[in-house]
């Protein structure tokens, strides 16, 4: 079958930023299947393709996958202004691929919410086989942070989030409360699989060169975070840990921020501020590299703010990263992985705003780093057994194939 597949922030392994699309898109090709991906330029983002746009899009083949590229030019940095108006051309333009190009299912994947519009067209206008994946839900989620206020916004989204919801024939959840929410939406849960992120087992566990960033030596106990320095990461936390390991004097543990985002320069400027010397930063890196700096690496960092629609309603790719990378992971927020790492012994759970509970965490890896070893270990074995990527990517085409059966191509 032939798939049009949007992922407004699409990206190779040789970017910085999370290869879900990537890995499911070479899967569907390793199975016969012909993928065009339509995405935009992601900040951190790599898709792969040198050639000059041309009236603000270019086109090649990557590893098997078509690839369309339009010059609409995303971060996470953008105010909120510049984010939805290239999200809403991001949208316009995917409305013309889906009524126009040759295609028997259509998938669409969040975020934004705004991925699902050429699918809702081609499923009404085209009558295509539709297939919507949701990695947030919205507008739940930036409700509940407060990152957008206004009525009228959070009304219109709530519709397009219904409209997408319905209109899709089959939808797929990152995280048990992903499926939950969308279930509350009124749609049928024979309709919804869980497929969550999944592991690079063959990334993490290939042959990669250990490296720690300058300043940070091998005695010492290394904590790194990988992703995204913004609002929804409430990465103050890390900082107010690292005020109370200098309270305590343990300059034997360094604490890692690796990767990009609107806040960035805010926490560089309270750590400079406060003398926070066992905080480092470091800019994002590709998955490659990624890998070498988690095999010298002692625990992940699993950190977001306390909002509690986050506790089972994300499914992080970090999390994912640092299993599959043998670390333990240290969790600052309840919810479905803490519950995961408490069951399988592979990690720390400590409560939200708990900088106290959060540093003697560290301190107790720090002291007992046979005992760290070994959650690491359990954490290898669990993405192993739950989270590999391939098996996960096989469910998901599997989901597809499902959908769209022996369709003649149209």
């Known amino acids: 079958m ?8 699409f990206s190779t392994p040789k970017g910085a930023v999370g290869i879900r699309s990537y890995e499911m898109a070479r899967n569907l090709v390793n199975r016969g299947h012909q993928v065009t991906m339509v995405c935009g330029s992601y900040g951190g983002g790599e898709t792969g393709l040198k050639l000059p746009f041309v009236k603000g899009k270019r086109r090649g083949v990557v590893e098997g996958i078509d690839i369309i590229e339009f010059d609409l030019a995303y971060s996470n ?12 051309r991001f ?5 013309g691929l889906a009524l126009t190009e040759r295609y028997d299912l259509i998938f669409a994947t969040t975020t934004p919410l705004t991925a699902g519009i050429p699918g809702i067209f081609a499923r009404w206008l ?11 839900l919205w507008p739940e989620l930036p409700k509940a942070m407060g990152v957008i206020r206004n009525p009228l916004v959070l009304g219109t989204m709530s519709i397009l989030e219904w409209t997408s919801y319905r209109s899709a024939h089959r939808l797929i959840g990152l995280s048990p409360g992903i499926v939950d929410g969308i279930a509350e939406r009124g749609v049928s849960r024979d309709r919804i699989a869980l497929i969550p992120n999944g592991c690079d087992l063959r990334i993490f566990a290939g042959d990669v060169e250990p490296w720690r960033p300058e300043g940070i030596e091998s005695g010492d106990l290394l904590a790194v975070f990988a992703g995204t320095h913004g ?14 390991l200098k309270r305590r004097g343990r300059k034997d543990i360094k604490l890692l921020l690796i990767g990009q985002g609107k806040l960035k320069p805010t926490l560089q400027a309270r750590a400079r501020r406060e003398h926070l010397d066992c905080v480092v930063f470091h800019k994002p890196v590709n998955k490659h590299r990624l890998a070498g700096l988690m095999a010298s690496a002692d625990v992940g960092l699993q950190v977001l703010a306390n909002v509690p629609a986050f506790y089972f309603g994300t499914s992080p790719n970090k999390f994912f990263d640092y299993i599959a990378a043998g670390l333990p992971v240290l969790n600052n927020y309840p919810g479905w992985l803490a519950e995961m790492i408490e069951e399988n012994q592979c990690g720390f759970s400590v409560e939200p705003e708990d900088p106290q509970a959060f540093a003697d965490a560290l301190e107790q890896m720090a002291n007992e780093k046979a005992s760290v070893k070994e959650m690491g270990k359990r954490g290898r074995e669990l993405a192993e057994r739950d989270f590999n990527r391939i098996v996960l990517a096989d469910r998901f085409v599997d989901w597809l194939e499902g959908e769209c059966g022996e369709q003649a191509p149209v």
């Open 91 to 95: 949208a316009l333009r995917s409305i």
């Open 231 to 244: 609002i929804a990461n409430g990465l103050d936390a890390v900082l107010d840990v690292a005020v109370e």
């Open 77 to 88: 940095d953008d105010g909120f202004t510049k984010r939805a108006l290239t999200f809403a």
């Open 126 to 136: 085209r009558g295509k086989p539709f297939i919507f994946e949701v990695r947030d």
């Open 2 to 9: 032939k798939v049009l597949y949007f992922h407004q922030h």
